[in-house]
């Protein structure tokens, strides 16, 4: 008896160390709100109007934009409440949900859509 006693005890005590997602890890989830956290997810792309190609790389917490001319640049991750941000005071992308913006000096602001 005791020893069935000490296996139930054993085994309520290993499932209830069991928690998904762990405390403090959920999975950054792109375009929702929600600031991507350390190790990321999924490589995300958005296709501008303009046909900059952005891609959000959440493990190095940063996006690459290609521009027309071939011309790469990284955009360093910002905080941002309603979405994601990328950028400095120069470029600047936003994106939430399917949808983004892309701003470059200059010109106005670009509509720019999740790449399927």
């Keep these: ?4 006693t000490a296996i139930a005890l054993s ?3 290993v499932a209830g160390c069991a928690v998904y997602p762990p405390t403090g890890t959920a999975p950054p989830r792109v375009g929702t ?3 991507l956290g350390p190790g990321g997810g999924p490589e995300v792309s958005y296709v501008c109007e303009d046909l900059t190609t952005i891609v959000i790389r959440p493990w190095e917490h940063a996006a690459v934009a290609t521009l027309n001319s071939g011309l790469e640049l ?7 409440g309603p979405g994601n941000r990328f950028g400095d005071r120069n470029y600047d992308f936003r994106s939430s949900g399917n949808a983004g913006l892309w701003t470059v000096p200059q010109r106005s602001p670009v ?4 790449k399927p």
């Design 1 to 4: 008896m005791r020893r069935l």
């Design 11 to 13: 085994a309520a005590l």
């Design 33 to 35: 709100g929600t600031f």
């Design 74 to 80: 990284r955009l360093a991750q910002q905080p941002y």
């Design 111 to 114: 509509p720019c859509r999740l």
